[in-house]
């Protein structure tokens, strides 16, 4: 068996470490922000090289935080993809915000930056690009969109960190950037996790005082907040996991080398010139995407898509208006796309039998 994911080997090797900083927590007694939520977002402010992270419950919650320190609330349009997790456009209502979807790109699958423009309306305030895949999405276009039309940027990098874009780390083009420290992320907690990134230090500021029920010091609350803080256990954890994140986006990169290396028959992914991809997952594309999956399954490797409902034909989001057909792209995507395990502990024979696997799919019924 391959499954999809197994976050074992990579926290068994960091066991000791990962003990020792939960036991150092334990011993202050301190548990709620403190010097390890402040030890954390200085190490993630100084790797992307930005002014200030302020850690958060979870990504869900920094999307949220960043349009709401940006000023973004009731009746403000704010313009996302549909072909993202749910947590994007949940946090854009969480906010106040009116969701309207842009399609993608085909090739890159994040938001197309012409599609973007065209859904500006004189209500819209904001974009959310979100970095799907861990591939980035066009900044150069849509910093330029968002200058031109007087928006927000703000960027979901909850999948995404370790990406660049011209050799810029993503979560450092927009106003303010979203990351998730969700286990399964390119850097995850021992539980839920994020934060929120900005080189504005009085958005910052801002944020700081919304995760804490608008508290600007204590008993004195100068708006209404939420309470989404950050604990010291999550904060020394991930403190301890940044040390390893090179090696393991270098691992990952060779996994992706082998896959490349090995894989025939199905669309690969592929990296936009200016792009450097964090490939936090790996997704192929075939016409007959079910089939292969289900050999796949007989074959014993595990795979999952990412994300086979667009939110706008989700049951919940219909409200919003959007029939079948209207976001072809990311529809005609999302029958196709299949994600493949891709995590520490893989190995170059696992890939060359996931690989032998997927053309034993052409071999049973040859294509057309
Ligand atoms: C995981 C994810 C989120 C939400 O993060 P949580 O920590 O699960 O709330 C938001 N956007 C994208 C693209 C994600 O992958």
């Keep these: 068996m391959i499954p999809f994911n197994n976050l074992r080997p990579i926290h068994e090797a960091y066991a000791n470490e990962i ?39 979870n990504g869900t919650d920094a999307i949220e935080l960043a349009l709401r320190a940006a000023g973004i609330g009731q009746g403000d349009e704010v313009v996302t993809v549909s072909h993202t997790a749910v947590a994007t456009a949940a946090a854009i209502e969480r906010a106040g915000g009116t969701v309207r979807f842009a399609d993608i790109d085909p090739v890159t699958y994040c938001i197309s930056p012409a599609a973007a423009e065209a859904a500006i309306t004189p209500r819209t305030k904001a974009i959310v690009a979100v970095h799907l895949y861990g591939h ?25 960190l370790g990406a660049r874009w011209q050799g810029q780390p993503v979560g450092t083009f927009g106003h303010l950037a979203a990351f998730s420290f969700y286990p399964t992320k390119n850097l995850g907690a021992c539980g839920d996790a994020g934060a929120v990134v900005t080189n504005d230090t009085s958005l910052a500021e801002r944020v700081r005082r919304l995760r804490c029920y608008g508290q600007a010091r204590r008993d004195e609350h100068v708006e209404r907040g939420i309470n989404s803080r950050l604990d010291e256990i999550q904060a020394a954890i991930l403190s301890v996991k940044m040390q390893h994140l ?67 034909r989700q049951p919940a989001f219909t409200d919003l208006g959007y029939e079948a057909g209207s976001l072809p792209v990311t529809e005609a995507a999302a029958k196709e796309i299949v994600s493949l395990p891709l995590y520490w502990g893989l190995s170059e024979s696992d890939i060359r039998r996931i690989a032998e696997a997927v053309a034993l799919l052409e071999a049973k019924v040859p294509l057309g």
């Design 246 to 312: 090179t090696v393991e986006a270098e691992n990952r990169r060779a996994l992706v080398g082998h896959y490349r290396e090995h894989l025939s028959g199905v669309t690969l992914p592929t990296e936009h010139p200016d792009a450097e991809h964090a490939y936090h997952l790996y997704v192929i594309r075939h016409p007959r995407r079910d089939e292969l999956r289900r050999h796949l399954d007989e074959c014993g490797i595990g795979t999952l898509i990412h994300y086979p409902i667009p939110i706008h």
């Design 19 to 57: 003990r020792e900083a939960v036991e150092r927590v334990l011993h202050s007694g301190w548990f709620i922000l403190g010097p390890e939520v402040e030890a954390f977002e200085h190490n993630l402010a100084t790797y992307l090289g930005a002014n200030a992270a302020v850690g958060v419950a």
């Design 136 to 160: 980035p999405a066009d900044m150069t276009a849509l910093v330029r969109i968002c200058e031109r039309h007087g928006l927000v940027l703000v960027e979901d990098c909850a999948q995404a």
